[in-house]
């Protein structure tokens, strides 16, 4: 799996929009790119995933630039439930046998 | 539709106990499965994962072992719990191919406890 690289932290105010960046410089040509949202004493939660260019679901979008070296989520106008760790994961998602490991995540704090 | 179960939802054990946490898989035919842990405040650990019956990868040589008996069943095992093993253990699943190998599903989780 590719190495992903993201911000430890952030903070926000209710209401703004937030963006994630996770790098991901040796990406495959077969992997997709995942991003999890976890809430403390629960499993992780699936919110959005791409391939290339723009993905936008009820809940989020997901950027990514051409080279696929790097993609942004962006949560628009957070709440405070919206507090959780982000997880970025990037793998081969045609393989059907790829183990999904996770990076540290970013902890997004989201201040009234 | 799909769902997970995984039991038990919290459980003590005292240090030298066996272990045994099993999780099931409905909706679905021959999923990936995944055991993970987390230690309180850090991320998530890949302990296993399984692509079919009896097909075991391990992430992380220790004291656990796992074993998928049926295609939707996966369990976690120790012999002799340690300390160490103290955390929340989840199950989850994705379907294998077609995009959807990353697409994954967790359970509830487990939050054991060693004393």
């Known amino acids: 799996l590719a190495k992903t690289t993201q911000p430890i932290s952030m903070d926000s105010y209710e209401g703004q929009e937030v963006n994630i960046t996770c790098s991901h410089n040796?990406?495959?040509?077969?992997?997709?790119i995942t991003w999890y949202q976890q809430f403390p004493s629960q499993g992780p939660r699936f919110i959005i995933q791409g391939y290339k260019t723009k993905v936008t679901n009820e809940v989020a979008s997901l950027f990514i630039p051409a080279d696929r070296k790097s993609s942004t989520l962006s949560l628009p106008r957070v709440s405070l439930s919206d507090t959780a760790v982000y997880y970025c994961?990037?793998?081969?998602?045609?393989?059907?046998?790829?183990?999904?490991?996770f990076g540290k995540g970013t902890r997004l704090s989201v201040i009234a | 539709s799909q769902t997970i179960h995984q039991w038990p939802a919290t459980l003590v054990q005292p240090v030298g106990s066996p272990l045994s946490l099993e999780c099931t898989v409905e909706g679905t035919s021959n999923p990936n499965l995944y055991w993970y842990r987390q230690a309180a405040g850090r991320g998530l650990q890949l302990l296993f994962y399984s692509v079919g019956i009896g097909q075991i990868s391990s992430e992380v040589p220790q004291n656990l072992s796992a074993s998928r008996p049926q295609d939707r069943q996966f369990i976690l095992s120790s012999k002799k719990l340690l300390l160490s093993d103290s955390g929340f253990y989840l199950c989850a699943w994705s379907t294998p191919g077609q995009g959807r190998d990353t697409e994954a599903f967790f359970g509830q989780g487990t939050r054991l406890t060693v004393v």
């Open positions: 040796n990406i495959a040509t077969n992997d997709y």
């Open positions: 994961l990037v793998g081969d998602g045609n393989s059907g046998n790829t183990p999904l490991v």
